[in-house]
């Protein structure tokens, strides 16, 4: 059989991939010649202990790592598109209406331009085979939905835009810094953007 997450071949009787150790779908229980298909939901430890959700410090870690490689491209970005300023600084100074239409388009640009980078550099890693950004890939981590399956690029996009894109608005900050700590309280790890789109962040063993 074969792995449905990586591709890989998987060998009969095998619960997980042995190549990327997600649970193979259609895993044949019980004894051999008597048992039914069932589909295996996310690796679960035995006896009530605690699922293989990923908590809040290995997500805060990840996200560190995600915003340090965002910022290779986007602060180059940012220092030339404010250098452009200058000029127009020079030319405008003393007049506090020439220098508001000098600053206020290239911040309004800016901010957009940074919220696009960000939105798509998240809903698009982790709706991808990978189902993580480099951050969570660097630690294990993945995405899927309350099933075990890989998101789409449009769920993906709900959890940003409940998430990071909310935290633009104003008091977005205090809203994002309560959604993420809830990561570290709730019984599956969830954040709140987590719960809004219906997502869960998972550890490989």
Not at 31 to 57: D, Q, R
Request: aromatic share 12%.
């Amino acid at each position: 059989m074969f792995c449905q997450a990586c591709g890989a071949n998987v060998a009969d009787g095998n619960a997980f991939c042995t190549s990327c150790g997600r649970p193979i779908v259609g895993y044949a229980a019980g004894e051999s010649g008597g048992a039914a298909a069932i589909s295996v939901a996310p690796p679960v430890a035995i006896a009530g202990t605690s699922i293989n959700f990923a908590g809040f410090w290995l997500r805060l870690v990840a996200a560190i790592l995600d915003n340090i490689i965002l910022s290779i491209p986007t602060v180059p970005l940012a220092i030339l598109l404010f250098a452009t300023m200058l000029p127009g600084i020079a030319v405008a100074r003393g007049n506090p209406a020439l220098l508001f239409l000098t600053f206020f388009p290239r911040i309004i640009f800016f901010v957009i331009l940074i919220l696009a980078v960000k939105w798509l550099y998240w809903a698009l890693m982790e709706a991808s085979s990978w189902q993580a950004t480099l951050g969570k890939k660097a630690l294990g981590l993945y995405v899927t939905d309350l099933q075990g399956n890989r998101i789409s690029f449009g769920k993906a996009s709900g959890r940003f835009w409940s998430g990071r894109g909310l935290s633009l608005v104003p008091l977005g900050n205090l809203y994002y810094f309560v959604d993420c700590i809830c990561c570290g309280f709730t019984e599956k790890k969830q954040a709140v953007h987590d719960m809004i789109a219906g997502c869960l962040v998972m550890r490989k063993v």
